[in-house]
Protein backbone atom coordinates (compact mmCIF):
# COMPACT_ATOMS: atom_id res chain seq x y z
CA UNK A 1 0.00 0.00 0.00
CA UNK A 2 1.37 3.32 -0.61
CA UNK A 3 2.80 5.15 2.18
CA UNK A 4 1.21 8.36 0.43
CA UNK A 5 -2.96 9.50 0.18
CA UNK A 6 -2.47 9.77 -3.52
CA UNK A 7 -2.29 7.26 -6.31
CA UNK A 8 -1.12 9.80 -8.95
CA UNK A 9 0.48 12.93 -8.94
CA UNK A 10 2.61 15.31 -11.50
CA UNK A 11 5.81 17.61 -10.23
CA UNK A 12 6.29 20.60 -11.98
CA UNK A 13 10.79 21.21 -12.09
CA UNK A 14 11.18 24.67 -12.88
CA UNK A 15 14.86 24.32 -15.85
CA UNK A 16 16.10 26.89 -12.76
CA UNK A 17 16.09 23.89 -10.06
CA UNK A 18 18.14 22.09 -12.54
CA UNK A 19 20.71 25.30 -12.62
CA UNK A 20 22.09 24.88 -9.06
CA UNK A 21 24.42 27.23 -8.12
CA UNK A 22 25.44 28.08 -11.79
CA UNK A 23 23.64 31.07 -13.70
CA UNK A 24 22.92 29.35 -16.66
CA UNK A 25 22.21 25.42 -17.63
CA UNK A 26 22.39 22.07 -16.23
CA UNK A 27 24.66 21.66 -12.82
CA UNK A 28 24.93 17.90 -12.73
CA UNK A 29 24.80 17.27 -8.77
CA UNK A 30 21.83 19.09 -9.00
CA UNK A 31 20.25 17.11 -11.30
CA UNK A 32 21.45 13.81 -9.71
CA UNK A 33 19.97 15.21 -6.28
CA UNK A 34 16.56 15.93 -7.39
CA UNK A 35 16.40 12.91 -9.71
CA UNK A 36 17.21 10.61 -6.77
CA UNK A 37 14.62 12.78 -5.23
CA UNK A 38 11.70 12.11 -7.77
CA UNK A 39 12.79 8.30 -7.61
CA UNK A 40 12.59 8.26 -3.71
CA UNK A 41 8.86 9.32 -4.31
CA UNK A 42 8.07 7.20 -6.71
CA UNK A 43 9.45 4.15 -4.65
CA UNK A 44 6.87 5.47 -2.00
CA UNK A 45 4.08 3.75 -4.61
CA UNK A 46 3.04 6.83 -6.39
CA UNK A 47 2.37 7.14 -10.12
CA UNK A 48 5.18 9.93 -10.95
CA UNK A 49 4.78 12.52 -13.92
CA UNK A 50 7.03 14.97 -14.68
CA UNK A 51 6.44 18.22 -16.09
CA UNK A 52 10.22 20.38 -16.84
CA UNK A 53 10.54 23.91 -17.41
CA UNK A 54 13.20 25.53 -19.08
CA UNK A 55 14.08 28.65 -17.98
CA UNK A 56 18.04 28.00 -17.21
CA UNK A 57 17.96 27.29 -21.00
CA UNK A 58 15.96 29.82 -22.55
CA UNK A 59 13.04 31.74 -22.00
CA UNK A 60 10.25 33.30 -24.96
CA UNK A 61 9.91 36.37 -23.22
CA UNK A 62 13.78 37.32 -23.05
CA UNK A 63 14.37 36.17 -26.84
CA UNK A 64 11.51 38.04 -27.62
CA UNK A 65 12.91 41.01 -26.02
CA UNK A 66 16.11 40.63 -27.64
CA UNK A 67 14.41 41.25 -31.55
CA UNK A 68 13.31 37.44 -31.72
CA UNK A 69 10.08 36.82 -32.82
CA UNK A 70 7.93 35.90 -29.82
CA UNK A 71 6.50 32.56 -31.56
CA UNK A 72 10.42 31.43 -32.39
CA UNK A 73 11.30 32.25 -29.68
CA UNK A 74 9.17 30.19 -27.71
CA UNK A 75 9.83 27.50 -29.80
CA UNK A 76 13.45 27.53 -28.71
CA UNK A 77 11.91 27.65 -25.32
CA UNK A 78 10.16 24.59 -25.87
CA UNK A 79 13.10 22.71 -27.05
CA UNK A 80 15.05 23.71 -23.79
CA UNK A 81 12.56 21.64 -21.48
CA UNK A 82 14.04 18.59 -24.24
CA UNK A 83 16.90 18.86 -22.84
CA UNK A 84 16.49 19.25 -19.42
CA UNK A 85 13.89 16.52 -19.58
CA UNK A 86 16.33 13.98 -21.35
CA UNK A 87 19.00 14.89 -18.97
CA UNK A 88 16.63 14.28 -15.50
CA UNK A 89 15.51 11.14 -17.88
CA UNK A 90 19.09 9.99 -17.50
CA UNK A 91 19.72 10.48 -14.09
CA UNK A 92 16.24 9.04 -12.55
CA UNK A 93 17.41 5.76 -14.67
CA UNK A 94 20.81 5.94 -13.41
CA UNK A 95 19.21 6.07 -9.64
CA UNK A 96 17.78 2.49 -10.58
CA UNK A 97 14.15 3.80 -11.61
CA UNK A 98 12.45 3.22 -14.90
CA UNK A 99 11.92 6.88 -16.79
CA UNK A 100 10.34 7.84 -20.14
CA UNK A 101 10.47 11.44 -21.60
CA UNK A 102 7.25 12.67 -23.53
CA UNK A 103 7.72 15.32 -26.16
CA UNK A 104 4.46 17.84 -26.81
CA UNK A 105 6.85 19.02 -29.56
CA UNK A 106 7.74 15.77 -31.96
CA UNK A 107 10.87 14.62 -32.28
CA UNK A 108 10.69 10.89 -32.56
CA UNK A 109 14.25 10.03 -32.88
CA UNK A 110 14.94 11.83 -29.45
CA UNK A 111 11.49 11.20 -27.47
CA UNK A 112 8.35 9.52 -27.61
CA UNK A 113 5.50 12.02 -28.97
CA UNK A 114 3.41 13.15 -25.91
CA UNK A 115 0.15 10.92 -26.12
CA UNK A 116 -1.89 10.50 -23.05
CA UNK A 117 -3.19 7.22 -22.93
CA UNK A 118 0.85 6.06 -24.10
CA UNK A 119 1.39 8.31 -20.88
CA UNK A 120 -0.87 6.33 -18.67
CA UNK A 121 0.56 2.94 -19.84
CA UNK A 122 3.83 4.19 -18.72
CA UNK A 123 2.63 5.02 -15.88
CA UNK A 124 0.79 1.78 -15.09
CA UNK A 125 4.00 0.23 -15.63
CA UNK A 126 5.65 2.10 -12.43
CA UNK A 127 7.57 4.24 -15.32
CA UNK A 128 8.23 8.13 -14.58
CA UNK A 129 7.13 9.99 -17.24
CA UNK A 130 8.74 13.15 -17.80
CA UNK A 131 6.80 15.87 -19.88
CA UNK A 132 8.71 17.61 -22.37
CA UNK A 133 7.83 20.89 -24.26
CA UNK A 134 5.10 22.03 -21.92
CA UNK A 135 1.58 22.35 -23.91
CA UNK A 136 3.55 22.30 -27.51
CA UNK A 137 2.53 26.08 -28.18
CA UNK A 138 3.74 29.19 -27.81
CA UNK A 139 2.46 32.31 -25.49
CA UNK A 140 2.04 29.29 -23.01
CA UNK A 141 4.44 28.43 -19.85
CA UNK A 142 5.18 24.91 -18.51
CA UNK A 143 3.61 25.61 -15.09
CA UNK A 144 0.27 25.73 -17.30
CA UNK A 145 1.41 22.84 -19.07
CA UNK A 146 1.78 21.45 -16.02
CA UNK A 147 -1.75 22.14 -14.98
CA UNK A 148 -3.19 20.60 -18.11
CA UNK A 149 -1.23 17.16 -17.60
CA UNK A 150 -2.34 17.09 -13.88
CA UNK A 151 -5.52 17.29 -14.94
CA UNK A 152 -5.91 15.05 -18.22
CA UNK A 153 -4.03 12.55 -16.33
CA UNK A 154 -5.98 12.38 -13.50
CA UNK A 155 -3.30 13.66 -11.18
CA UNK A 156 -4.69 13.51 -7.66
CA UNK A 157 -2.01 17.05 -6.98
CA UNK A 158 0.13 18.99 -8.80
CA UNK A 159 3.25 20.01 -6.70
CA UNK A 160 5.11 22.87 -7.79
CA UNK A 161 8.52 22.43 -6.84
CA UNK A 162 9.93 26.40 -5.91
CA UNK A 163 13.09 27.56 -4.58
CA UNK A 164 11.13 29.02 -1.44
CA UNK A 165 9.03 27.27 1.08
CA UNK A 166 5.84 28.13 -0.53
CA UNK A 167 3.84 31.11 -1.42
CA UNK A 168 4.24 34.54 -0.37
CA UNK A 169 2.43 37.76 -0.34
CA UNK A 170 5.50 38.93 -2.24
CA UNK A 171 8.85 37.93 -3.27
CA UNK A 172 10.47 36.72 0.46
CA UNK A 173 13.89 37.45 -1.50
CA UNK A 174 13.04 41.28 -1.88
CA UNK A 175 10.57 42.29 0.45
CA UNK A 176 11.08 41.17 4.52
CA UNK A 177 7.66 41.98 4.69
CA UNK A 178 6.35 39.62 2.83
CA UNK A 179 4.34 37.30 3.93
CA UNK A 180 3.73 33.39 4.41
CA UNK A 181 0.61 31.66 3.36
CA UNK A 182 -0.22 27.93 5.01
CA UNK A 183 -3.28 27.56 2.55
CA UNK A 184 -5.09 29.24 -0.11
CA UNK A 185 -7.40 29.18 -2.82
CA UNK A 186 -7.11 29.08 -6.42
CA UNK A 187 -9.10 32.24 -6.87
CA UNK A 188 -7.48 34.07 -3.81
CA UNK A 189 -3.53 33.40 -5.59
CA UNK A 190 -5.41 34.75 -8.80
CA UNK A 191 -7.25 38.05 -7.03
CA UNK A 192 -3.89 38.71 -5.14
CA UNK A 193 -1.20 38.17 -8.47
CA UNK A 194 0.74 35.57 -6.62
CA UNK A 195 3.53 35.31 -8.91
CA UNK A 196 4.21 31.73 -8.50
CA UNK A 197 2.18 30.13 -10.89
CA UNK A 198 0.54 32.17 -14.03
CA UNK A 199 -2.62 33.13 -13.83
CA UNK A 200 -3.49 30.70 -16.87
CA UNK A 201 -1.74 27.72 -14.46
CA UNK A 202 -4.09 28.44 -11.42
CA UNK A 203 -7.48 29.39 -13.58
CA UNK A 204 -7.05 25.67 -15.14
CA UNK A 205 -6.51 24.11 -11.86
CA UNK A 206 -9.16 26.05 -10.56
CA UNK A 207 -11.45 24.63 -13.57
CA UNK A 208 -10.02 21.25 -12.62
CA UNK A 209 -10.21 21.36 -8.71
CA UNK A 210 -6.56 20.33 -8.74
CA UNK A 211 -4.83 21.04 -5.42
CA UNK A 212 -1.69 22.59 -5.90
CA UNK A 213 1.61 21.73 -3.30
CA UNK A 214 3.64 24.76 -3.44
CA UNK A 215 7.35 23.79 -1.74
CA UNK A 216 11.07 24.07 -2.40
CA UNK A 217 12.98 21.49 -3.93
CA UNK A 218 16.44 23.18 -2.35
CA UNK A 219 16.27 20.52 0.21
CA UNK A 220 17.09 16.96 -0.42
CA UNK A 221 13.79 14.42 0.35
CA UNK A 222 11.87 17.17 -0.52
CA UNK A 223 9.70 15.85 -2.84
CA UNK A 224 8.95 12.69 -0.39
CA UNK A 225 8.13 14.92 2.86
CA UNK A 226 5.66 16.89 1.17
CA UNK A 227 4.06 13.65 -0.25
CA UNK A 228 4.08 12.31 3.18
CA UNK A 229 2.36 15.70 4.32
CA UNK A 230 5.31 16.37 5.94
CA UNK A 231 7.46 18.52 4.30
CA UNK A 232 6.89 22.49 4.60
CA UNK A 233 4.72 23.80 1.79
CA UNK A 234 1.51 25.78 1.07
CA UNK A 235 -1.54 23.94 -0.22
CA UNK A 236 -3.85 25.91 -2.87
CA UNK A 237 -7.42 24.17 -3.18
CA UNK A 238 -10.78 25.06 -4.72
N1 LIG B 1 7.13 27.46 -23.54
C1 LIG B 1 6.13 27.63 -24.51
N2 LIG B 1 4.97 26.93 -24.37
C2 LIG B 1 4.71 26.12 -23.34
C3 LIG B 1 5.71 25.96 -22.34
C4 LIG B 1 6.91 26.64 -22.48
O1 LIG B 1 6.31 28.37 -25.46
O2 LIG B 1 3.63 25.51 -23.28
C5 LIG B 1 8.42 28.15 -23.72
C6 LIG B 1 8.41 29.60 -23.26
O3 LIG B 1 9.22 30.34 -24.12
C7 LIG B 1 9.08 29.51 -21.89
C8 LIG B 1 10.09 28.41 -22.10
O4 LIG B 1 9.44 27.50 -22.97
O5 LIG B 1 9.70 30.72 -21.51
C9 LIG B 1 10.57 27.71 -20.87
O6 LIG B 1 9.48 27.35 -20.07
P1 LIG B 1 9.21 28.02 -18.64
O7 LIG B 1 9.56 29.48 -18.69
O8 LIG B 1 7.84 27.68 -18.21
O9 LIG B 1 10.28 27.26 -17.74
P2 LIG B 1 10.59 27.35 -16.18
O10 LIG B 1 10.28 28.75 -15.72
O11 LIG B 1 9.71 26.37 -15.50
O12 LIG B 1 12.03 26.98 -16.08
Request: net charge neutral; charged share 20%; glycine share 10%.
Amino acid sequence: MSAVPYRRVLVKVSGEALMGPDAFGLHPPTVTRIAADLADARALGVELAVVVGGGNIFRGVQGAAKGLDRATADQLGMLATVMNALALEAAIEAAGTPARTMSAVAMPTVCEPYSRQKALSHLAKGRVVLLAGGTGNPFFTTDTGGALRAAELGCGALLKATNVDGVYSSDPKADPAAVRYERLTHSEAIDRQLGVMDAAAFALARESRMPIIVFSIQEPGAVTAVLRGEGRATLVTA
